[in-house]
């Protein structure tokens, strides 16, 4: 009866070490997403940033134009750290909510056999 015991707490205990590897795993990715997300958010501030001030000069100048290379390049930019961020923002709520989450292993906790009824049977038989 202790076998079988010491044997489910083993299991219980492989089951929760995978859970929590698996958590720390998803929170290592999520930092990761999150420090990209960080360093384009501040490439999309600082793009912002040179807009307004070329848009500024070009009021100052009274050549205030839209379809200037600058300003093109300037929305391209703007608007590919709008798209990387929606798409960092997906990626950490599926990492978030998924059930197995990024480059977890396999759960083998629950495939441990149970040796605990042959440990038993051997007992047992010594005793016989």
Same mark, same amino acid.
């Given at each position: 009866?202790?076998?079988?015991?010491?044997?489910?707490?083993?299991?219980?205990?492989?089951?929760?070490?995978?859970?929590?590897?698996?958590?720390?795993?998803?929170?290592?990715?999520?930092?990761? $997403?999150?420090?990209?997300?960080?360093?384009?958010?501040?490439?999309?501030?600082?793009?912002?940033?040179?807009?307004?001030?070329?848009?500024?000069?070009?009021?100052?100048?009274?050549?205030?134009?839209?379809?200037?290379?600058?300003?093109?390049?300037?929305?391209?930019?703007? $608007?590919?750290?709008?798209?990387?961020?929606? *798409?960092?923002?997906? $990626?950490?709520?599926?990492?978030?909510?998924?059930?197995?989450?990024?480059?977890?292993?396999?759960?083998?906790?629950? *495939?441990?056999?149970?040796?605990?009824?042959?440990?038993?049977?051997?007992?047992?038989?010594?005793?016989?």
């Amino acid at each position: 009866m202790t076998m079988k015991k010491d044997s489910n707490w083993k299991i219980m205990l492989n089951h929760w070490l995978f859970n929590f590897h698996k958590e720390v795993v998803k929170t290592g990715v999520i930092g990761k $997403q999150l420090l990209t997300a960080s360093r384009t958010n501040l490439l999309l501030k600082e793009t912002y940033e040179e807009l307004g001030r070329t848009l500024e000069e070009g009021a100052k100048n009274g050549e205030l134009e839209w379809n200037t290379p600058k300003v093109k390049a300037l929305l391209q930019t703007i $608007q590919a750290c709008k798209k990387d961020l929606a *798409q960092i923002e997906q $990626q950490v709520y599926k990492i978030k909510f998924s059930s197995s989450g990024p480059k977890c292993p396999q759960d083998i906790s629950r *495939q441990i056999p149970d040796y605990s009824s042959l440990r038993d049977e051997k007992k047992d038989e010594k005793n016989k």
